[in-house]
């Protein structure tokens, strides 16, 4: 396999509206045919970032390079880089055809290429039968499918999508998902699409870039970003994270109560310093081996059944707040525990994580 | 409801209906009238010297509702491009000559157009020399003071359409390649012709019945229909006639308000039927 060709370098883009910094000297690369997710808290300048993509913000800094060109200062009718609203902003005067046309129409191509490349879109995104309807006669789905038919039928170099699910239900909200990267790998265009939310990311993402504040704090895929977080906002941001707080030692943490966690410290935390060590609840293990690395006990104070797994709310001395577990259903039905009981749970020092506090 | 009903009959229907009737008899040598059926007075209205003066007025009206509807929509776009805590504030100084007297605005006009009035000296101070320019008393002045009287009705009729439009409607227009041009032809002017509608029904309404605004500023030289009507009645004391025009200028705007309503109807029919589709 050959090295992935970077599509769209974004070098150094600060942003600010008056005294507020809202993107803050980021670069990061998205390379061609990925499906790269910018993810953030709101206010993290994700969206800002998307609009300086789009063209509709100007950074104050840096440079913004689609294949090797700074288009930066471009308009946004003038570059191949097309963004789907979170209102969808359809046409609401016109029908489903007419919002699809409208762009290529504005290029200037044959009526008869135009029909058929709508007819294509239209067929790709199944809305043919309801080609001749106005927006206002759709349901969220399939308005979100209109929206996305006008982008893609443009064929971009890269596709925008801002917040693409945030106004469906949770069901077809994961339907979605699952449809918008189907159609990413059928039409082969670079997809860098903006959520808050982190599951979305994990689940479409190729590549992801967490940002906060302004800045980005860790650009990877989802699975190193989920196993290998930059620091701490980042761990407890993407998926749930247990957190002992304590001091560094040159092999762990010492929690408060004098408890030793048994892990990788990061070469840039001296001993002594303030610390955190965490661990996922799905590496938590009920009833542990004895030579298992970090062990202590707690008390169960919550079951949350949730069909393949179950989980606990375990109070223990290491930390102010429960011990999120999950325990498979398998394993749950082999030793059952309930509320109030006491038990042991242990970890292993590979799946620690210690961050500076 | 009764009170009103009663308000509007007494009010409304029944001086409409005096005025319909006087329009069918003749008018007495004297003056006055003689109560012998006739449809002679209609007949008059159709006369080229009157109906000229009909076209006339639609004309003038017509041209001071285009001119209010450009500087109108210019402004109520304006406006809703303001920021939104300023919009308030700027609406109210749009609006605010409403305030005073109709007569008063437009003597205001006469101040301003007269032949030493404040234009020429402002021309003076601007080191011009030559003969006063004629403004007051010109066709352009009827219409000027018909566009300055009438124009906060546009801009309040167009500014609701514009403050309500999602702004993602036009950067949505931009993304796909539109000029600014062309995504104002496209999808904002479309998404606010009820309001422009709305605007210019008003204007036109008002300004072809107007006979303040020309008796003042035209000088009676460019007569409206309002003015003939005017005439009629007090000058030449010819009332039947003076009604069958009464009568003609009301069903012209009736014709006018209901085409508006009907365009208005049929929009917001499909409105409701497009609705009707989805929850369907």
Redesign the interface.
């Given at each position: 396999m050959s090295e992935p060709r970077t599509l769209l370098a974004i070098d150094h883009v600060s942003k600010n509206f008056g005294r507020v910094t809202a993107v803050d000297g980021i670069s990061l690369d998205i390379r061609e045919n990925e499906f790269f997710a910018l993810l953030g808290p709101s206010g993290c300048g994700k969206t800002t970032l998307l609009r300086m993509l789009?063209?509709?913000e100007t950074p104050n800094d840096g440079r913004i390079l689609l294949d090797g060109r700074d288009i930066a200062r471009i308009?946004?009718?003038?570059r191949p880089v097309?963004?789907m609203?979170?209102?969808y902003?359809?046409?609401?005067?016109m029908s489903v055809r007419a919002n699809v046309s409208?762009?290529l129409e504005?290029?200037r191509l044959p009526a008869k290429e135009i029909r058929s490349r709508v007819d294509a879109i239209l067929a790709t995104t199944e809305l043919v039968p309801f080609a001749d309807?106005?927006p206002?006669?759709?349901?969220g789905g399939q308005k979100q499918r209109v929206a996305l038919a006008?982008?893609l039928v443009?064929r971009p170099r890269l596709l925008l999508l801002d917040e693409p699910l945030g106004a469906l239900d949770k069901k077809l909200r994961g339907a979605m998902q699952l449809e918008l990267k189907r159609l990413q790998h059928e039409v082969g265009i670079t997809f860098v699409i903006v959520t808050h939310d982190q599951e979305e990311s994990l689940v479409m993402a190729d590549r992801m870039a967490v940002l906060k504040d302004g800045r980005l704090l860790q650009c990877d895929t989802p699975h190193a970003v989920y196993e290998h977080p930059a620091d701490r906002f980042v761990a407890d941001f993407i998926g749930v994270m247990n957190f002992v707080p304590g001091k560094a030692t040159a092999d762990g943490v010492l929690a408060a109560n004098g408890a030793r966690i048994t892990g990788k410290a990061p070469a840039t935390l001296s001993p002594g310093a303030s610390a955190v060590a965490a661990v996922r609840p799905e590496r938590i293990r009920l009833f542990p081996e004895p030579q298992t690395a970090n062990r202590t006990s707690g008390t169960v104070e919550a079951l949350a059944y949730q069909g393949l797994d179950l989980q606990l709310h375990i109070r223990t001395a290491l930390s102010p707040k429960p011990f999120l577990v999950r325990v498979t259903a398998d394993a749950a039905d082999r030793r059952p525990v309930a509320a109030g009981d006491t038990i042991e749970l242990g970890w292993n020092a590979a799946d620690v994580r210690i961050f500076a506090e | 409801m009764a009170p009103a009903l009663a308000w509007l009959t007494a009010l409304m229907v029944v001086p409409c209906a005096l005025v319909l009737a006087l329009a069918f008899f003749r008018r007495g040598i004297y003056g006055g009238i003689e109560y012998t059926f006739t449809l002679e007075n209609f007949g008059l209205v159709f006369d080229p010297l009157y109906a000229g003066i009909f076209l006339n007025s639609a004309r003038i009206a017509g041209t001071a509702t285009l001119i209010a509807v450009i500087i109108g929509y210019a402004a109520a776009y304006a406006i809703s491009a303001a920021p939104r805590r300023l919009q308030p504030v700027f609406l109210f100084f749009a609006v605010l000559p409403f305030w005073s007297n109709y007569l008063i605005r437009t003597y205001a006009w006469i101040v301003l157009l007269n032949r030493e009035g404040l234009i020429t000296q402002l021309l003076r101070w601007f080191g011009y020399t030559g003969e006063p320019p004629s403004m007051l008393y010109t066709e352009g002045a009827v219409i000027a003071g018909l566009v300055y009287n009438y124009l906060p009705f546009v801009i309040l009729a167009c500014y609701a359409p514009l403050s309500r439009l999602?702004p993602?409607?036009a950067?949505?227009?931009?993304?796909?390649?539109?000029?600014a041009l062309?995504t104002f032809r496209?999808?904002i002017l479309?998404?606010t012709v009820p309001g422009i509608a709305a605007g210019a029904v008003f204007v036109f309404v008002l300004s072809i019945g107007n006979f303040v605004t020309p008796a003042l500023l035209g000088g009676g030289r460019f007569q409206m229909i309002g003015n003939l009507v005017y005439d009629q009645f007090l000058t030449a004391n010819d009332w039947p006639f003076g009604a069958a025009l009464a009568m003609a200028l009301i069903a012209i705007m009736l014709l006018v308000l209901m085409t508006q309503a009907l365009l208005a109807d049929r929009a917001a029919g499909r409105?409701a039927e497009?609705?009707g589709?989805?929850n369907g």
């Amino acid at each position: 396999m050959s090295e992935p060709r970077t599509l769209l370098a974004i070098d150094h883009v600060s942003k600010n509206f008056g005294r507020v910094t809202a993107v803050d000297g980021i670069s990061l690369d998205i390379r061609e045919n990925e499906f790269f997710a910018l993810l953030g808290p709101s206010g993290c300048g994700k969206t800002t970032l998307l609009r300086m993509l789009a063209g509709f913000e100007t950074p104050n800094d840096g440079r913004i390079l689609l294949d090797g060109r700074d288009i930066a200062r471009i308009p946004p009718n003038k570059r191949p880089v097309n963004l789907m609203f979170q209102s969808y902003a359809l046409f609401p005067h016109m029908s489903v055809r007419a919002n699809v046309s409208y762009g290529l129409e504005m290029e200037r191509l044959p009526a008869k290429e135009i029909r058929s490349r709508v007819d294509a879109i239209l067929a790709t995104t199944e809305l043919v039968p309801f080609a001749d309807r106005k927006p206002e006669q759709l349901s969220g789905g399939q308005k979100q499918r209109v929206a996305l038919a006008r982008a893609l039928v443009k064929r971009p170099r890269l596709l925008l999508l801002d917040e693409p699910l945030g106004a469906l239900d949770k069901k077809l909200r994961g339907a979605m998902q699952l449809e918008l990267k189907r159609l990413q790998h059928e039409v082969g265009i670079t997809f860098v699409i903006v959520t808050h939310d982190q599951e979305e990311s994990l689940v479409m993402a190729d590549r992801m870039a967490v940002l906060k504040d302004g800045r980005l704090l860790q650009c990877d895929t989802p699975h190193a970003v989920y196993e290998h977080p930059a620091d701490r906002f980042v761990a407890d941001f993407i998926g749930v994270m247990n957190f002992v707080p304590g001091k560094a030692t040159a092999d762990g943490v010492l929690a408060a109560n004098g408890a030793r966690i048994t892990g990788k410290a990061p070469a840039t935390l001296s001993p002594g310093a303030s610390a955190v060590a965490a661990v996922r609840p799905e590496r938590i293990r009920l009833f542990p081996e004895p030579q298992t690395a970090n062990r202590t006990s707690g008390t169960v104070e919550a079951l949350a059944y949730q069909g393949l797994d179950l989980q606990l709310h375990i109070r223990t001395a290491l930390s102010p707040k429960p011990f999120l577990v999950r325990v498979t259903a398998d394993a749950a039905d082999r030793r059952p525990v309930a509320a109030g009981d006491t038990i042991e749970l242990g970890w292993n020092a590979a799946d620690v994580r210690i961050f500076a506090e | 409801m009764a009170p009103a009903l009663a308000w509007l009959t007494a009010l409304m229907v029944v001086p409409c209906a005096l005025v319909l009737a006087l329009a069918f008899f003749r008018r007495g040598i004297y003056g006055g009238i003689e109560y012998t059926f006739t449809l002679e007075n209609f007949g008059l209205v159709f006369d080229p010297l009157y109906a000229g003066i009909f076209l006339n007025s639609a004309r003038i009206a017509g041209t001071a509702t285009l001119i209010a509807v450009i500087i109108g929509y210019a402004a109520a776009y304006a406006i809703s491009a303001a920021p939104r805590r300023l919009q308030p504030v700027f609406l109210f100084f749009a609006v605010l000559p409403f305030w005073s007297n109709y007569l008063i605005r437009t003597y205001a006009w006469i101040v301003l157009l007269n032949r030493e009035g404040l234009i020429t000296q402002l021309l003076r101070w601007f080191g011009y020399t030559g003969e006063p320019p004629s403004m007051l008393y010109t066709e352009g002045a009827v219409i000027a003071g018909l566009v300055y009287n009438y124009l906060p009705f546009v801009i309040l009729a167009c500014y609701a359409p514009l403050s309500r439009l999602n702004p993602e409607l036009a950067e949505a227009s931009r993304d796909l390649g539109a000029s600014a041009l062309t995504t104002f032809r496209r999808v904002i002017l479309p998404l606010t012709v009820p309001g422009i509608a709305a605007g210019a029904v008003f204007v036109f309404v008002l300004s072809i019945g107007n006979f303040v605004t020309p008796a003042l500023l035209g000088g009676g030289r460019f007569q409206m229909i309002g003015n003939l009507v005017y005439d009629q009645f007090l000058t030449a004391n010819d009332w039947p006639f003076g009604a069958a025009l009464a009568m003609a200028l009301i069903a012209i705007m009736l014709l006018v308000l209901m085409t508006q309503a009907l365009l208005a109807d049929r929009a917001a029919g499909r409105a409701a039927e497009a609705k009707g589709g989805a929850n369907g």
